[in-house]
């Protein structure tokens, strides 16, 4: 997809996908085939596969290519599947390159770890993994590696960087960014349904979400009331079905991942394993959130 087309693309919901494992630890890709093709017909804007809660620190790059390979084929088209890259510079072109080959529509540029490179070597990185894959490229701004206005004016002259996903939660900051740099960059809330209203109102046009695995039209309700400035709605939303799974997922250091593969495994929809570091949840966390599931009506088909 090329980067104009990638640019239109990007407003609304977009799913960042679970990479579900078999018993053993091995790629369940058929799990992630079926869940890309329910995913794909729900109205979210694209999904993510080896992001974040796609543990790509876990992968190879045999099984992310895989990954990518399997999610496009059950996309089919109705949806721009976008992969996760990282790592050092020259392993992430690599990166680039395999995804770009199975299929990818753009590049969600995983955060620096161990280092936090001057402003001319994220330059330099982000202009190789552009040419090496020949796809946009979205920027994910984190506490630990904080793209503020200096750094996205920076950026900026690398055509490829299309898009910032905010997932410092600064408010004050990501609206000043938005000011500065405007129609430059499409702006992501990646801090998901919680902060949406205040997001949209200082100009995310996306809202990226885990809860949208578990049920896409609640997470779409959710970011229509943000936009439309809705906060009762936006609220109520909350109180009932998502602030229970957000305190079970910021609980223990790795939940965000394990809630959301637990919670698919529960719905029959997806598998609960995860790769060490990683661990399940323990049996009480886990009959919360089926009690939870249960009450609350997961998924809200009745939307749908």
């Known amino acids: 997809m090329d980067i104009g087309r990638l640019r239109d693309a990007l407003n609304g919901v977009l799913a960042f996908s679970p990479t579900f494992f078999g018993a053993g630890g091995e790629l369940d890709l058929d799990a992630l085939a079926r869940h890309v093709d329910r995913l794909a017909d729900t109205g979210v804007c694209g999904v ?39 790592h050092a510079t020259d392993r992430a072109a690599q990166q680039a390159r395999l995804v770009a080959g199975a299929g990818a529509a753009g590049l969600m540029v995983n955060p620096f770890y161990f280092v936090r490179p001057e402003p001319a070597g994220i330059i330099e990185h982000c202009r190789r993994l552009g040419e090496a894959g020949g796809l946009g490229l979205l920027m994910f701004s984190t506490r630990d590696m904080v793209y503020d206005v200096p750094a996205l004016r920076a950026l900026s002259e690398v055509d490829a960087v299309v898009a910032v996903k905010d997932e410092v939660g600064d408010l004050d900051l990501f609206a000043e960014c938005v000011r500065e740099l405007g129609a430059r960059y499409v702006w992501i809330n990646g801090m998901a349904e919680i902060p949406a209203v205040e997001y949209a109102a200082r100009g995310a046009v996306v809202m990226t979400s885990g809860i949208v695995n578990l049920d896409p039209v609640l997470a779409l309700r959710i970011w229509d009331a943000a936009e439309r400035g809705d906060a009762d709605t936006h609220g109520r939303l909350l109180a009932e079905r998502v602030a229970p799974i957000a305190a079970l997922r910021s609980a223990r250091p790795g939940y965000h991942i394990t809630v959301i593969k637990e919670a698919l495994s529960l719905l029959g929809t997806g598998t609960a394993t995860v790769r060490l570091p990683l661990v399940p949840l323990r049996p009480d966390e886990r009959a919360v959130l089926r009690e939870h599931l249960t009450r609350t009506g997961f998924p809200d088909r009745a939307n749908a």
């Open 48 to 86: 993510v596969v080896a992001g974040g809660v796609g543990e790509f620190y876990a992968l190879d790059d045999g099984e992310l290519r895989d990954l990518v390979d399997v999610a496009v084929d059950a996309a089919a088209g109705r949806i721009p599947v976008l992969a996760g890259v990282g």
